[in-house]
C-alpha cells in the first residue's frame, strides 16, 4: 500500500511539473528558393561603411557580415568536417569590425550558430575583443541551458563560467531576419543583448528588459529593440522580400558608463556584397576581390 501511494505521488509530482517542461522545437520547413540560395556552398558577403561610437567620439571604420550555410556537431557545437548521421544545417554569421581610437585599433569579432532544422535559439554564439590593452572573450553554448564563458582583462570580469536560462538573444536576430522575419519576437521581453554590447558597455551578462517592435521605414522592413535600462536602442533596416538582405544598422547608446553621458550612434550602411566560396579565395591574385568588396 505505500510502495502504491509512492508511486501515485510520484506521478502526481510529474503531472503537476509538466506545464514547465517547454515545448519541443519545431521542425522548421526550408523553402526550395531558400534552400536554392543558401545550400548553393558559397557565403555571403556584405561590407558596411562604419561609424562606431567609443570613448565618447565617432570612428570611422569597416564592418562585415558574413552569412553562410554549414553542417555543425551537436554534442562539440563545432563546425562538421563532413556531412552525417550526427549532423545538422545551421546558418552561421560572422560579423566583424574594424576602427582606429586614436593610436590603436579595434577588432571586433562575433559569431552566431543557428539551428535551420528546428525553431528555437541558437546553438552557440561568442564573441572577442582585441586592442592594444588587451583581449575579452565571451561564448554561449546551448544545452540544458545557456552555459556561458567569459574570459577578460578587466578586473572583476575575468575567467568567469556560469548558466543563464533560455531566453531572446540579440545575437540570434540578425540570423532570423534572413531564415524567417516572421519568426522575430515582438512585444515586452526579456532579452541577452549583444556580446559586443555587453563587453564593451562592462553590463552583467545576462537578459534585460526589452521593446522588440517591427516596422516599415521608407522601402525597408525594421526591427527595433529599445533597453530602458541600458539606455540603448538598435535598428536594423532590411529588405521585406527574400533573401531579406540587412541593408544598415543603427545603435543609439551612452557614449561611456557614466549616468549622465551623452548619446552617441553608431552608423553601418551597406557598401558592397558578394556570394562566393571564400575560403578557395586565399592565393596573392585573388586580393583583387577586396576591391569588389570595397575593402
Known sequence: MYQISKIALLFCLLC???DKIPDPP????LSAEFKEYWFD??????????????YGEMREGTAIKIFVKEDFLPEEQVKANEVSERTFPILKLNSTKKFMTGIYPYSIMESCFFPLHKEGHATKISASIQEWCGQQFLQL???MNFEINSHSYFEGEADKQFNLPKTHLENEIWNLIRINPSELPEGELEMI????SLQLQHKEIKAYKVSAKKSIADSLSLYTL??????????IYYQSEFPF?????EEIMPSDNNENSKMLTTKALKNKRLKIDYWNKNAGNNVSLREKLGL
Open 26 to 29: 519545431k521542425d522548421r520547413k
Open 16 to 18: 503537476i511539473s509538466c
Open 226 to 235: 529599445n533597453y530602458p535600462s541600458l539606455k540603448r536602442k538598435l535598428k
Open 41 to 54: 556552398g558559397t557565403a555571403e558577403i556584405t561590407s558596411y561603411t562604419l561609424t562606431q561610437a567609443r
Open 141 to 143: 553554448n546551448n544545452r
Open 245 to 249: 538582405e540587412i541593408e544598415k544598422w
Open 193 to 196: 543583448p549583444s556580446f559586443e
